[in-house]
Nanobody
């Protein structure tokens, strides 16, 4: 069973940056689209960004466009999320997830992902 482990969360000031990473422990990582989601206290989990299995296609939630960048390295079984121009509204637990189907592109729906990491906390102070 593949496991996803996120890292890189922490505390940042408004306007600052953080880089999240997600490492897959085993399995055919390179065949799957990957996504990042986040969940703030009292709110539903929301889509952040996603990337196709090849890395050739990406998608972002509107509020993240121009600030966040998703990338992947299939040789290292990792997917990353570079977050710039952070604001307090970005405070949440961030999760990476793997698509249910192989050779998939990206998806914004949490239901299309079947393997999730444990999450990493991102806190942005004003």
């Amino acid at each position: 069973q593949v496991q996803l482990v996120e890292s890189g969360g922490g505390l940042a000031q408004a306007g600052g940056s953080l880089r999240l990473s997600c490492a897959a422990s085993r399995g055919t990582f390179s065949r799957y689209g990957m996504g990042w989601f986040r969940q703030a206290p009292g709110k539903e989990r929301e889509f952040v960004a996603a990337i196709a299995w090849s890395g050739g296609s990406t998608n972002y939630a509107d509020s993240m466009k121009g600030r966040f960048t998703i990338s992947r390295d299939n040789t290292k079984n990792t997917v990353s999320l570079q977050m710039n121009s952070l604001n307090p509204e970005d405070t949440a637990v961030y999760y990476c997830a793997r698509r249910r189907v192989i050779w998939g592109t990206w998806s914004t729906s949490p239901g299309d992902y079947d393997v999730w990491g444990q999450g990493t906390q991102v806190t942005v102070s004003s």
